[in-house]
Nanobody, 124 residues
């Protein structure tokens, strides 16, 4: 079992930056592939980024490529999402997710555990 807690969300102006964190419980964190997803009102939850258990491989949605960077610190059981050049369309609740299978995945169905989410609001 893995318990995930996101933090770092907030209100920021367009063009600004935020860094989200996701802290995980458990001693097997380094074996999990991790992902970030987001959900805006009225929309389905969508893929943002994912990273393999080693941190050597990552994937990004086209909409965030070049602006967002995902990383992990296995010693701290934490993953991060650095978000730069934020746009109003990035406004959503951001969720952290963990996959037992250890690689990076774009589909929600590949993840076994989810956090409660953190709100990101970008004003124009």
């Amino acid at each position: 079992q893995v318990h995930l807690v996101e933090s770092g969300g907030g209100l920021v102006q367009a063009g600004g930056s935020l860094r989200l964190s996701c802290a995980a419980s458990g001693r097997t964190f380094s074996s999990f592939g991790m992902g970030w997803f987001r959900q805006a009102p009225g929309n389905e939850r969508e893929f943002v980024s994912a990273i393999s258990r080693s941190g050597n491989s990552a994937a990004y949605a086209d909409s965030v490529t070049g602006r967002f960077t995902m990383s992990r610190d296995n010693a701290k059981n934490t993953v991060y999402l650095q978000m730069n050049s934020l746009k109003p369309e990035d406004t959503a609740i951001y969720y952290c997710a963990a996959s037992r299978r250890g690689e990076y995945y774009r589909n929600r169905e590949d993840y076994d555990f989810w956090g409660q989410g953190t709100q990101v609001t970008v004003s124009s």
